[in-house]
């Protein structure tokens, strides 16, 4: 059974073990409007919490995506490669951007569950 | 959404937030970036059917007399006294170091006035420019308490005849007043999308009543300045501020075009000195359409390299072109380097991305010429 987690920068984790896959939030794309590219980080690359893991292009213009967790990269989503509509279209789902191994599980203490998301949402607007 | 009150509104304000456009700050106004439909469906909707756009934020004003043409030739480098009446032109406000102070629409509405249409950013220093330029030869009348709406897109011509059966005689670049669903309105036949369309200038507290009359029509879609971007990147239109400006001269700028027969033998506007020894003895750079090989968009300011690693000029325009289907961009390069299909670097994070030299437009401009 995974776990969700959430960043205020709007990345959601989902978390089973020492694995998290990690992806932006539907907010965030709603924002960001229609994404035509996502540059993904490499498989193996190290990742440091709060660090740049990702970009994430719209029309308008290009956003930075950090590193929610330390760990490494286990596998990247090559779909949005062809596709970066995906992002719009399945954002928590088929619009995953990679997986990372934790290197420290004690981080995912520092983030949101579901419900303290949606409260840091509704606060925004 | 509520509104900043640091910022202006236009008159279409309401309207936009019943539209459910997500609205941001632009040239000191609050506008609509987008619609619920979203930048690559209003940019669709432009190049296939028709597109409202509010340009409201635009500067317009009148220059009276009749030696407006000559009071506006002082100051750009465009034949201006030729313009014949119910004509457009595009030219540029030139500075004393030929950089382009704006660039802006001239209407000869009837051989003792001009209309003008300047850009929001430029339009208080621009007046003041052209009033002090005017002096007693000429009378500016800035119309604060007009709108502006641009009816863009293929389907244009058919929307806008069903309120205003006259403007599908009028042909690109035409110009005059037109009563339009039954309220007046002064119309041009030109835009800012590469596509054959309608800019319409109409008393602010009108807007709304006409806005809503194109927007009843099943061809047209309201649409944003992010597709209004898109839309003129494809294009191949320069913005001012991104890709000219006062460093920039029209002939760098790749507008020689706007640079009249007759000025080029009289001189006679701001820079000219430059400008005319750019058009004899060429330029250090010059304003080139960009094509990424691969998917990765190269925003403004990405550096342009050549094949060896050595700087050759900067992006000062990029994006996703919807209809592209890819990205694209503009920007300047070392002359050397302008032709068509040259092999360039882009350094985007600094990571070198392949990238070719087009010609501009990326999309066919498809004006209507009669």
Known sequence: ?125 | MTADPALKTTPLDALHRELGARMVPFAGYAMPVQYPAGIIAEHTACRTACALFDVSHMGQAYLHGDDAAAVLESLTPGSLRELKPGRQRYTVLTNEAGGILDDLMVVNCDGHKLFLVVNAGCKDADFAHIAAAAGDRARLEVLPDRALLALQGPKAAAVMAHFAPAAASMVFMDAGPLTVGGIPCFVTRSGYSGEDGYEISVAADQAENLARHFLEMPDCTPAGLGARDSLRLEAGLPLYGNDIDTTTSPVEASLAFAIGKRRRTEGGFPGADRILAELQGGVSRLRVGLKPDGRAPARAHTEIQDTTGRTIGEVTSGGFGPTVEGPVAMGYVEPAFSEPGTPVVLMVRGKPLDAHVVALPFVEQRYYRG
Do not use: C, R
């Not at chain 1, 779909?79 to 990372?100: H, I, Q, R, S």
């Open chain 1, 1 to 125: 059974m995974s776990q969700m987690y959430f960043t205020e920068d709007h990345e959601w984790l989902s978390v089973e073990g020492e694995t998290a896959i990690v992806g932006i939030t539907d907010y965030a794309q709603q924002q960001l409007g229609d994404v035509v590219f996502v540059e993904l980080p490499d498989e193996g690359k190290d990742l440091v919490q709060g660090g740049e893991a990702a970009v994430v292009e719209s029309v308008k213009a290009a956003s930075e995506v950090y590193a929610p967790v330390s760990g490494t990269v286990t596998a990247v989503n090559a779909d949005l490669e062809g596709t970066p509509a995906l992002v719009n279209e399945d954002a928590m789902g088929a619009g995953w951007f990679f997986a990372v191994s934790l290197t420290d599980p004690k981080e995912l203490d520092n983030l949101m569950d579901q419900d303290a998301y949606d409260a840091f949402v509704a606060g925004l607007e």
